[in-house]
């Protein structure tokens, strides 16, 4: 596999019901990266934030909404017993995974209202979440933007998330011509006062792979070239796959930063 492409971070993890990795990578194009992941083993929590901007806001916006992100859930865990309790339509952990979500997005918009961009000009990121709080239970999933969750299982790569953008709000609606760029965005973290995330509940199997990245991997390459980067994922070389990906991307012609975050569930 490719080795690990330059400018980039990795990190690695060991969760309890799988292994984990992340890379994210700056690219030829862009000055400084404005992506951030999370890896969070002892949360069971694992996220990607693609920040906008400007260069030093877009970084702020991706960084704060992450750190957020983990001190609520961290909290939470602290909380009552039943805070993981799921019940119907996921229950307390995916009204405790909305109110993060929410939180961080408040964060975010405060500071903008406080620079006087309140206005929408302001920061703002995507937000894509995986949380799996308690072994041999489901996953939680929040999902603001157009960063992207997939799944691989048993061969097969299904998207989990959908794009928040015109473009696919024009695809949906059966437009053929004259598309919105693939960029812009309906929502995101920062620029309003309140968001509506996409959340799911994520039946886990061993074996599942999933793969959360910034649109800077998924923009270019096909479907069918990450499905088969991701078939030949193990747990020892998780890194290997990660940068594979990354590297694809920008062979590609990715013009953006490129972040893969990669959970390889045992159970």
Avoid at 15 to 28: E, K, Q, R, Y
Avoid at 243 to 261: E, F, H, K, M, Y
């Amino acid at each position: 596999m490719a080795s690990q492409p330059p400018s980039s971070t990795a990190q690695h993890g060991t969760l309890a019901g799988g292994s984990a990795c992340a890379i994210t990578a700056t690219g030829p194009f862009r000055a400084t990266n404005e992506d951030r992941f999370l890896l969070a083993p002892e949360l069971g929590l694992l996220a990607v934030a693609d920040g906008m901007g400007g260069h030093a806001d877009g970084a702020l916006a991706s960084a704060m909404a992450l750190d957020v992100l983990r001190g609520f859930l961290d909290t939470a865990g602290h909380g009552a017993d039943d805070t993981f309790a799921p019940g119907a339509h996921g229950g307390a952990p995916l009204h405790t995974l909305a109110a993060a979500v929410a939180q961080a997005n408040a964060h975010l918009y405060q500071a903008n209202v406080a620079r006087g961009r309140a206005d929408g000009t302001g920061m703002g990121t995507t937000l894509t979440v995986l949380w799996r709080p308690v072994l041999d239970g489901p996953a939680y999933v929040g999902h603001v933007g157009d960063s992207r969750l997939y799944l691989l299982r048993a061969g097969r790569l299904a998207q989990l998330t959908r794009d928040q953008t015109l473009y696919q709000q024009a695809l949906d609606a059966g437009r053929t011509t004259a598309l919105p760029g693939r960029n812009l965005l309906l929502q995101a973290l920062g620029p309003g006062p309140a968001v509506q995330p996409e959340l799911l509940v994520q039946p886990v199997l061993p074996g599942d792979l999933y793969l959360l990245c910034s649109d800077g991997l998924h923009g270019e390459t096909a479907p069918a070239d990450l499905a088969a980067i991701l078939a030949t994922a193990r747990d020892d070389n998780l890194h290997d796959c990660c940068a594979a990906l990354v590297a694809q991307a920008l062979a590609d012609g990715s013009r953006d930063n490129v972040t893969a975050v990669l959970l390889r569930c045992s159970g």
